[in-house]
């Protein structure tokens, strides 16, 4: 199978700890295994945690050797190896899946990242795994739990060399503390020069790339993380910015959702504080909007005759290529959704007319196709309104599926009071009004964007 495509990964390592760190299941096993019970089951006894895992695309691989999340395009998406899943017992099927999710919210693979990566990649191992400490398989990194002991066979195989670097970072994070933050860690694990060197460089010794060739873990060596978070740094800016700003709106809903009922699942108290500190600083809407706009986008190609070949010695077409975007813009009508709700989103997307170009259509049980507006660059377009009825989502969703010839995505203006419209043709993103409510099944699309407005302070003191 091909390398995954990705502009960002997070996914597990080789490296190993012990002769069997981790182990995969036979092919009858693991073709019986089904991770939807898992996830089910998150849902009844877990509310936090689905509600972030909700945003995630699940994808069964066996091109990466346990589980990893990707970002592609502006989507977050979960691949899972399933004779690495089908090994662990439920509980650790579940701890995965949470240490997944943390990472996510406290922004280790995004925001936070320090050099050398591999150091920070313990640090953030440690942080995260502080508070799933039960929940994990044995091979991952416990601050205060050693190491697996070597036996004599092991520390044979592996040399002198390996068995003292083995044991110095494992005297290392034996030492440390639990609920530390990632900094912290990182900070402790690099004021030593021996363990900081061995975590970057550990020395060579056979046997660690795994009997069936998957990074099976069969060798002996330095431990590794559970998780491996290179790739996320070949993300542009704007690109970590937009990830970023999805994975705290889902934590955000899932945390006031989860205070105004009462049940956090199994957060205990400590984390829960940490994840709120984590949401403080929230990405402005109009960051996430202006982003799905550039994701929607198509490219043209034009032949040129420019200049004199070099070798050929005459003119010879050439190609230019540019990027146009087209988006569908429908405006909920209803009587709920204010005028100064529709002032606010007409305005945020003037400014995006600078680059996009929207077509606006104005709807409340069915599109009103006379109220059809196109914006461009310097136009000025007025926040009118035609209608005045109820709301009906499927008749903006399937009018833009009939016309995805003519546009790359469609948003939809509205307070959100409708029921579910099923899935899009194209790229949709939902734009919630700064009084109204993002509904629980906007949730079950992952390509789909949500963005709740909020009043600016002169708007809101108005």
Request: proline share 6%.
């Amino acid at each position: 199978m091909a390398p995954l495509p990705t502009i960002g990964v997070h996914m597990a390592d080789k490296t190993t700890a012990t002769d069997a760190p981790f182990k995969h299941a036979d092919e009858a096993t693991a073709k019986l295994f089904n991770l939807q019970p898992h996830l089910v089951g998150m849902m009844l006894e877990e509310p936090f945690y689905t509600r972030v895992m909700r945003i995630l695309s699940k994808t069964k691989t066996r091109a990466i050797p346990t589980a990893g999340v990707i970002a592609k395009d502006g989507e977050l998406r979960m691949y899972w190896n399933d004779r690495f899943m089908a090994a662990l017992p439920g509980k650790q099927i579940r701890g995965v899946l949470k240490h997944e999710c943390l990472h996510l919210i406290f922004e280790h693979t995004t925001t936070r990242k320090y050099e050398p990566h591999k150091v920070w990649n313990y640090a953030t191992d440690l942080a995260i795994n502080s508070h799933l400490m039960s929940e994990l398989p044995e091979f991952g990194l416990f601050p205060g739990k050693p190491f697996t002991a070597l036996t004599e066979e092991q520390k044979e195989k592996m040399g002198e060399a390996a068995v003292a670097q083995y044991e110095a970072v494992s005297a290392k994070i034996e030492s440390f503390p639990k609920g530390q933050a990632a900094e912290w860690y990182f900070a402790r694990l690099m004021e030593d020069d021996d363990v900081k060197d061995a975590i970057q460089n550990p020395a060579e010794q056979p046997g660690q790339e795994g009997e069936d060739g998957e990074g099976g873990g069969q060798g002996v060596g330095m431990p590794g993380t559970l998780d491996d978070h290179d790739g996320w740094g070949d993300m542009s800016d704007e690109d970590r910015e937009y990830i970023k700003a999805k994975v705290k709106q889902a934590a955000s809903d899932a945390a006031k959702e989860c205070d105004s009922k009462g049940n956090w699942g199994s957060v205990p108290a400590e984390l829960r504080r940490q994840i709120k500190a984590a949401l403080v600083n929230e990405v402005p809407w109009q960051k996430i909007l202006d982003r799905f706009c550039g994701y929607s986008r198509r490219a043209h190609r034009t032949t040129s005759y420019s200049r004199i070949h070099s070798t050929m010695g005459r003119l010879v077409p050439g190609a230019k290529r540019g990027y146009t975007s087209s988006v569908a813009t429908y405006i909920d009508q209803s009587g709920s959704v204010s005028d100064r709700e529709l002032a606010l989103c007409f305005g945020e997307l003037k400014n995006l007319a600078k680059n996009t170009e929207f077509t606006c259509y104005h709807f409340d049980t069915e599109v009103d196709k006379k109220s059809e507006q196109v914006w461009k660059r310097r136009a000025n377009p007025e926040a009118g309104r035609t209608r005045c009825g109820g709301t009906c989502f499927k008749a903006p969703t399937e009018h833009a599926g009939k016309n995805k010839s003519r546009f790359d995505g469609y948003i939809i203006l509205t307070d959100g009071y409708a029921p579910d419209p099923g899935p899009s043709r194209l790229p949709r993103a939902w734009v919630i009004t700064p009084d109204g409510a993002v509904q629980d099944w906007m949730h079950n699309y992952k390509k789909d964007v949500i963005v709740k407005m909020k009043w600016p302070v002169a708007m809101k003191e108005a």
